[in-house]
């Protein structure tokens, strides 16, 4: 009897223990989930607290007298004259008028420092535009330099250096007061490329490069990696050689990307050569990073298929072929689309490779083509955080959430069509 209770004294203690382990090991999960959601939450709030004043731009608006008198151009048919003109004068009248004090010398040219790089680009181009506004006055809305910028955005925040001088901060003050200076919408960083201005900076070159370069890499990776996982799973006979072709193609998984891009650039562009920093090379290197993600994925969706659906096609007469293309790949086709949207998201996010192959080139104009100069997003995102103008700085962090809501509408869109498509057996 005594034994008894020793032995079920020893399976209480033993329970105990077990449940005490089976508690820690959960709290352990529990921890680890809460950890990731935090550094997660960490990640979005630094970005979206960087990165929302970069959709917000700040501009002046002023009543602008096209004295062709002012700008040197009485005759605007002569071509000698549109090159010698001076557009930004009118837009410093203008703006003197707003600011009476600035009446010496050194204080203009301070006052002329409010505005951005480009600001007589408007005035040439709506004369280009319509001539018959010479001499007439117009409301027109110019960029702010970065300087003034920052500090209508960023007065407050101690992470930025404001550059302006007390006076200019007095000044600023007094315009956007009045309702001269005034920030809206961003709507230019998403419809110009890039420039050497924070305020004229977009990215929609960038964009468009990244989806001319991501067209490439589905053309190519998609039907390629479907066409070897079948080969390798359905068709291919155990031996060594497939299983040294095997065993490449999952080391090609864990090989780092820039290891492509030197590839890209020695066959690519020093052997076959072809130019750099175009959408088709780009399309071309990421194809191959992506091509062990989707034929590794695709075979785990082949072999997910149950081998009934195999024995009962071929049990009616269907051919190896037909079992193959009528039964498994329809069947298999949600489990790859899913590994393939994954991998094509994984290659949007890329930018060691394509900085090898000359996609970090400075482009201003929107891509038109696949053989037409352009960058992308994870390159634009470089580009301005490693500049020293301020500007830039926001503007990289919005172009990240712009390149993590599209990483996230793909990624949604795999977990969407696989719910959709996916059968259970």
Not at 119 to 136: F, M, V, W
Not at 236 to 260: G, H, R, W, Y
Request: net charge neutral.
């Amino acid at each position: 009897m005594t034994d008894q209770r020793s032995q079920a004294e020893i399976v209480r203690k033993s329970l105990k223990r077990r449940y005490r382990k089976e508690r820690r090991f959960r709290l352990y999960g529990i921890l680890a989930i809460f950890i990731a959601l935090a550094s997660l939450f960490i990640l979005f709030a630094d970005i979206i607290s960087k990165g929302h004043t970069g959709f917000v731009k700040t501009t002046i608006t002023l009543d602008v007298s096209l004295d062709s008198g002012l700008m040197y151009l009485d005759d605007p048919t002569d071509k000698d004259q549109w090159s010698n003109a001076d557009f930004k004068a009118p837009i410093l009248v203008a703006l003197q008028a707003q600011v009476p004090e600035a009446a010496g010398a050194a204080e203009k040219r301070e006052l002329g420092r409010f505005l951005g790089t480009f600001a007589d680009s408007e005035i040439r181009n709506l004369l280009t535009k319509n001539p018959g506004l010479l001499n007439t006055t117009q409301t027109i809305e110019f960029p702010t330099h970065d300087r003034v910028s920052v500090y209508v955005k960023h007065a407050d925040n101690p992470r930025y250096s404001i550059k302006l001088s007390e006076q200019q901060q007095r000044w600023v003050d007094e315009l956007v007061q009045k309702g001269i200076i005034d920030t809206s919408f961003n709507d230019v960083l998403f419809s110009r490329g890039d420039s050497r201005e924070p305020a004229n900076a977009g990215v929609l070159g960038a964009i468009v490069g990244s989806l001319l370069t991501m067209l490439v890499t589905l053309a190519i990776s998609f039907p390629v990696g479907i066409a070897a996982a079948v080969y390798l799973e359905e068709f291919a006979p155990q031996n060594k050689l497939t299983d040294f072709i095997e065993v490449n193609i999952n080391n090609l998984a864990a090989v780092p990307s820039i290891i492509f891009g030197l590839l890209g650039l020695a066959v690519f562009i020093n052997l076959f050569g072809m130019p750099r920093s175009v959408p088709v090379v780009g399309g071309l290197v990421l194809a191959l990073m992506t091509l062990p993600t989707i034929i590794i994925s695709s075979r785990a969706a082949i072999k997910s298929v149950p081998p009934s659906i195999r024995e009962a096609a071929e049990g009616v007469g269907a051919s190896k072929m037909q079992v193959v293309l009528h039964h498994v790949v329809p069947l298999a086709m949600p489990g790859m689309l899913t590994g393939s949207i994954i991998g094509m998201a994984q290659a949007l996010g890329e930018t060691a490779p394509l900085l090898l192959i000359g996609m970090v080139a400075f482009i201003v104009d929107v891509p038109d083509g696949l053989f037409s100069s352009a960058t992308v997003l994870p390159v634009q995102i470089y580009l301005w955080a490693s500049s020293s103008e301020q500007g830039f700085v926001e503007l990289a962090s919005a172009a990240i959430m712009v390149l993590l809501t599209f990483m996230i509408i793909m990624n949604a869109l795999a977990i969407w069509l696989r719910k959709r498509l996916e059968r259970r057996w």
